[in-house]
């Protein structure tokens, strides 16, 4: 008589070669999700940093453009392009005060929006600095000396929200206006100053920024 005989199966000891490749496998794409995940949020955050670093930059610059032109006389401003078009430069002199009761006035400055060495206006970034057909705020502290300040690179060659197009996308009232632009009230002696910054930001994106200021010119 045949006895029968159960035995438990054996025990498995370990992961079978398939097993662990698959494993592996699994292993490598969670971590790799991981690590986009990981580098999307980085790049996130820097591109935020670079657009609060911007925007710092705009607010400075336009403050000390203002302080700059506050004390200018007024019968000595001369702007390009004349008013009522928004100037992208104005030159001017500043009283230094009074001297046998005739105001002093200091040498002829400027203040103008001047492109890149380099950089042409035909949508391209020819200056390879990954900004496209931007320009800087120069300050000329004497014209006839020639003495030339940066006050700020990356200045946008358009407003922010403006395409060359001939229509007012961002609806503020003007057309196609630029990165850097002066409007000239002289029933108040308001000038507004604009200007709008470009900054390359991670994954070849560009932060752009733009603030406002209105300095009113006493002197003159
Ligand atoms: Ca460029
Ligand atoms: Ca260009
Ligand atoms: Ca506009």
């Known amino acids: 008589m045949r006895t029968l005989s159960l035995r438990a199966p054996r025990e498995r000891r370990g992961l079978s070669l398939l097993e662990l490749a698959i494993a592996v496998v699994i292993s490598a794409i969670l971590f790799g999700a991981a690590a986009i995940t990981v580098l999307r949020a980085d ?14 930059l705009c607010e400075q610059t336009l403050e000390r453009v203002a302080r700059e032109l506050m004390n200018a006389d007024r019968s000595s401003l001369a702007f390009a392009p004349a008013p009522p078009q928004p100037s992208i430069g104005v030159s001017y002199r500043r009283a ?5 009761g005739v105001l002093q006035l200091g040498p002829q400055r400027r203040v103008r929006f001047v492109r890149d060495a380099g950089e042409f206006v035909d949508g391209l970034d020819n200056d390879g600095d990954g900004l496209v057909d931007e320009g800087a ?13 940066v ?11 403006e395409l ?3 229509a007012d996308d961002d609806g503020d009232g003007l057309v196609d206006e630029p990165g850097f632009f002066m409007l000239w009230d002289a029933a108040s002696a308001t000038l507004t100053i604009e ?4 900054r390359l930001a991670p994954r070849q994106r560009r932060s752009v920024r733009s603030g406002q200021i209105a300095v009113r010119i006493r002197n003159g």
């Open 43 to 56: 790049a996130a955050f820097r591109e935020t940093e670079v657009g609060a670093e911007a925007q710092r």
């Open 96 to 100: 230094e005060g009074w001297a046998g």
């Open 137 to 149: 705020l120069i300050l000329t502290t004497d014209v006839a000396a020639g003495d030339d300040v």
């Open 151 to 161: 006050l700020v690179n990356g200045v946008a060659e358009m407003g922010a929200g």
């Open 164 to 166: 060359a197009n001939g």
């Open 195 to 198: 200007l709008t910054l470009e």
